[in-house]
Nanobody, 113 residues
Framework: VHLVESGGGLVQPGGSLRLSCAASGFAFSSHTMRWYRQVPGNERELVKAISSQGIDTYSEVSVEGRFAISRDNVENKVYLQMTDLKPEDTATYYC???????WGQGTQVTVSS
């Protein structure tokens, strides 16, 4: 099982980023996928989740209306589109396959002027 995140970076407040997570080594299309984020010293926080069929099943309150999760079951990728980014969105973002307990290495998102 392998999850590889990409797309993080430095963005100004109000900006947008699209994170990608490439999955391999398992039947991706059969699995719920999640995006978490973590700030040093804090626990990982569930941000968004998507069912195997592409239904958005969870949104953390602070990202409601700003972040969108999607997936491509042909390319075996899950995406996190982030808009209207705020400094408090700064964190390392992780892709997760919860039934497998699998995590990616994370991608850093920094929102700063």
């Amino acid at each position: 099982v392998h999850l590889v995140e990409s797309g993080g970076g430095l963005v100004q407040p109000g900006g947008s980023l699209r994170l990608s997570c490439a999955a391999s080594g398992f039947a991706f299309s059969s699995h719920t996928m999640r995006w978490y984020r973590q700030v040093p010293g804090n626990e990982r926080e569930l941000v968004k989740a998507i069912s195997s069929q592409g239904i958005d099943t969870y949104s953390e309150v602070s990202v409601e209306g700003r972040f969108a999760i999607s997936r491509d079951n042909v390319e075996n990728k899950v995406y996190l589109q982030m808009t209207d980014l705020k400094p408090e969105d700064t964190a390392t973002y992780y892709c997760n396959a919860p039934r497998l307990g699998a995590w990616g290495q994370g991608t850093q998102v920094t929102v700063s002027s």
